[in-house]
């Protein structure tokens, strides 16, 4: 019943997810970010614009790592197959980073379609590859791989007053590592570089963007925030893969970047795309 159940969720899915638009976000929407004690938070992956779209259930065939990272370590995130919201979990007092990186997935574009997709992304310079390989008027064939991290706190007041003790006691020193600053290994990976839950509105947020753990530049970096979602922020990569954008509103915050590379020698494909992602409440 179970493998059934799968197959039929798995089709009805795939329908409904091939459709003809491409530049989709791809992010992980808890339904609480911030909760003053230890409880439940749903896990929904989402696929859209603008923070608005497609909930993706949860199906192993189309992740290579679902996974949660707190002062326990690293361990996958299991639920049911077909279950939408993905999956339920119980975050223990302090930080928990939240990890998704799907598997290796194939697009078939128009030239339109594409172009507009460069555009969104700030992938201008395709444009000039595109017109010395003679495939402006083609096609585009992509691979594309999600890579999705979130970033959930229990605040609890011990577990407050005991960081706060701590850091006072040993000044800036980490006592132990910071789960925000946690590395997951995804091919393309969004890491802050100071504590958002140690923000405020209006304050800056630095970033660095590594792709396969090497620094990687000229690459726009977006923040979009929940309570507007047009009122984004962006700025491009330095030569240290370093970025660092101004967050003028408190809430749920999106931050995405995507980075593109040529194929030579696949038959299938063209370029391969990364589609990295954090969220965090500010």
Not at 102 to 115: G, H, I, K, Q, W
Not at 150 to 157: D, F, K, N, Q, R
Not at 259 to 280: G, K, M, N, Q, V
């Amino acid at each position: 019943m179970q493998y059934m159940r799968a197959r039929i969720i798995s089709f009805v899915f795939a329908i409904s997810w091939c459709g003809p638009v491409w530049a989709h976000d791809f992010w992980i929407e808890p339904d609480r970010y911030v909760l003053p004690e230890p409880g439940g938070i749903s896990l929904t992956l989402r696929e859209g614009v603008s923070l608005k779209g497609n909930a993706i259930p949860y199906l192993p065939r189309l992740f290579e790592d679902f996974s949660r990272t707190d002062s326990t370590g690293t361990a996958p995130i299991i639920s049911v197959i077909g279950d939408n919201p993905a999956a339920t979990i119980e975050p223990r007092p302090g930080q928990t980073l939240i990890g998704y990186q799907s598997v290796r997935n194939l697009a078939d574009l128009d030239p339109e379609t594409f172009a507009n997709y460069l555009r969104e992304e700030g992938l201008e310079r395709v444009f000039g590859l595109r017109e010395e390989r003679g495939e402006a008027d083609e096609n585009a064939k992509e691979y594309f791989i999600r890579c999705a991290k979130s970033l959930v706190t229990v605040e609890s007041g011990f577990v407050q007053w005991l960081s706060d003790s701590l850091r006072s006691l040993f000044g800036n020193q980490d006592v132990e590592e910071e789960i925000w600053q946690a590395r997951l290994g995804y091919i393309l990976e969004l890491m802050p570089e100071a504590n958002p839950y140690g923000l405020d509105a209006g304050a800056e947020l630095p970033l660095q963007l590594l792709h396969n753990g090497e620094p990687v530049a000229d690459i726009l970096v977006i923040a979009i925030p929940e309570q507007d979602p047009a009122d984004q922020v962006s700025a491009r990569t330095d030569a240290d893969g370093r970025v660092t954008l101004t967050l003028a509103r408190p809430g749920p915050w999106l931050i995405k970047a995507v980075h593109l590379i040529p194929l030579y020698d696949d038959p299938d494909a063209r370029w391969e795309s990364y589609w990295a992602s954090l969220t965090f409440e500010l």
